[in-house]
């Protein structure tokens, strides 16, 4: 089998744990990642200046070095189109086509296109500024906590929960008049539901080809005890003890086969990963969101856990032929825990100096918000600054690893949440 020349966007600590699943790959000839960060070069090239947005300039980049697959981290190329973009361009793109990539683009089409496959998720209608009046009929009939989502991507911030009516009145005026921009000008009124939830993650190649990635849970509130601000996530856990076989059957035969399929039925091109959102209603899966990418910080324990060559299956999802790619899942458990910049999701400084051991012998520290400064000494620049991963017997023990790790790792007003894990392990 030919060896690969890889093309991977994005910057964040998903990047790196996918940059570094790739590097191992013997299939992977070079690796680039754009723009990268200052952890990057341990697993290839990094290209600071090359923008993933500016597909143009990637296009060139493509050429000058003989990139045989772009591997996109983030939605927001994707939800552009650069799958459509490179399409016939002689490079394999693994991601969605551009109206694939409306399942996490607009929420509108993703619960109407769960409505038409008869998904799990929970009952909706979306309204705009021309049916307030109808929205706020709409809200009357469902019991509080009321859950409105602008419709278009918000950096993860377009979804309020408001605890009673009159609030929720306001707040979507609020969002119908501009609060996310365009993304609010539709808002999804759904129903509240309550469970505990997880992250899976399947691959498919477009051809109804499909793999199932390590489970995970993601710990997304600031604060412990799942308090605070919401965040792009604290921590995260692989397995998840209550997504069992029981559970993950379903999730098989009534969430990811209709969905695989609903996909090919509608001409909808889709060759990467699949990220469902899932909400666990007394042992019911149901659909919460979708997205077009893998998770931050899920990956930093789905790629550890994932034990198969990740460059055999990214090449099945491109070209068509998954069916026949394993993917193993490695027995150990895995944890991921965010040091964070104080402060964050609100203003926190950037620059800071991190010091200590960034190269523990019991885990794996990825890179996320760092870069190097003019003496070449590594530096904060982002809200989730480092992911510290570790493997264990069970995820108390990876738990610990990390835990021990940070200890180790210093930079000023650094915060991690002490509690990841501890809810599904009890
Ligand atoms: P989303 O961006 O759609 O994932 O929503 C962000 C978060 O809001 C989710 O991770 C859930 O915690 C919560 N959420 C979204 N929709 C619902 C719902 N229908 N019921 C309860 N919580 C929800
Ligand atoms: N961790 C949630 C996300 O990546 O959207």
Known sequence: MSSLRILLLGSGGRESALARKISQSPRCAALWIAPGNAGTDAYGTTVPSLSPMKFDAVEAFVAENAIDMIVVGNEDPLV??????FANKGVMVVGPSRDAAALEGSKDFAKAFMQRHNIPTAAYQTFTADTYVQACDFLKTLQAPYVLKADGLAAGKGVLILPDYDE??????????????????????????????????????????????????????????????????????????????????????????????????????????????????AGEPKV???????GDPETEVVMPRLASDLVDLLE?????DLANIPAEHDPRAAATVIATSGG???????GLPI??????????????????????????SGGRV????????????????????????HFD??????????????
């Open 344 to 350: 964050y999701p609100g203003s926190y400084a950037k």
């Open 413 to 426: 007003k650094m915060y991690f949440r002490r509690d990841i894990g501890r809810d599904v392990m009890k």
């Open 80 to 85: 552009a189109g650069i799958y459509d973009y």
């Open 316 to 320: 099945g999802c491109a070209k068509g």
């Open 168 to 281: 929720a009145c306001t707040a979507l005026r609020t969002m119908l008049d501009g609060q996310f921009g365009a993304s609010s000008a539709k808002v999804v009124i759904e129903e509240f539901l309550s469970g505990i939830e997880c992250s899976v993650f399947v691959l498919t190649d477009g051809n109804g080809g499909y793999r199932i990635l390590p489970v995970a849970k993601d710990y997304k509130r600031v604060g412990e005890g799942d308090t605070g601000l919401n965040t792009g996530g604290m921590g995260a856990v692989s397995p998840v003890p209550f997504a069992d076989e029981a559970f993950m059957q379903k999730v098989e035969q009534r969430i990811i086969i209709p969905t695989i399929e609903g996909l090919k039925a509608e001409g909808l091109v889709y060759r990467g990963f699949i990220f469902l959102g899932l909400i666990n209603c």
């Open 355 to 380: 010091t200590g051991d960034l190269a523990p012998e019991h885990s794996i520290v990825f890179h996320a918000g760092t870069s190097r400064n003019a003496d070449g000494q590594v530096v904060t």
């Open 288 to 294: 919460i969101e979708y997205n077009v990418r893998m």
């Open 386 to 409: 480092l992911a510290v991963t570790s493997y264990g017997r069970d995820l108390a023990d990876a738990l610990a690893n990390s835990y021990a790790s940070l200890a180790n790792i």
